[in-house]
């Protein structure tokens, strides 16, 4: 990717941003469809975990996030660990709690998992974005 031409890599890089947006639109869509086409807005419990999730990476975490993904002492990268991953399990056990107390059905259950898996690809894949482009694709 080196020997190409500034303009060549800037729109590579374009296309693929592109491609993180519509990852997060279809999770986005998949979460609001959950909920429109079986007329009931409970699955929209989730939406809170996915707004926490972020929430421990940028108090607890700052600018290094490369910490996150080694071992540490730190005990402030070791909570932001454990929250990151609670909100995580929450994001999946809401959905799963909801279908055990028969408030939503089956096909809410599955749409709101492949939202979820959709969020998560999108976000390894922002994760393996670097200045050449992903690593990942």
Known sequence: MADLPGYVRSCLHTGKLAFLAILVSGGIVLQILACALYNNWWPMLSVIMYVLLPMPLLFFAGSDSSSLF??????????????????????????????????????????????????????MCYIGMNDDGYSML
Do not use: R
Request: aromatic share 12%; no cysteine; net charge negative.
């Open 70 to 123: 080694s071992e540490s002492d730190n005990s402030w990268v070791n909570a932001t660990k454990f929250l990151t991953g609670a909100s995580v399990v929450g994001s999946i056990a809401i959905p799963a709690i909801l279908k055990h107390a028969g408030v939503i059905g089956w096909g809410a259950l599955a749409m709101e998992l492949s939202s979820f898996f959709v969020f998560v690809i999108a976000i």
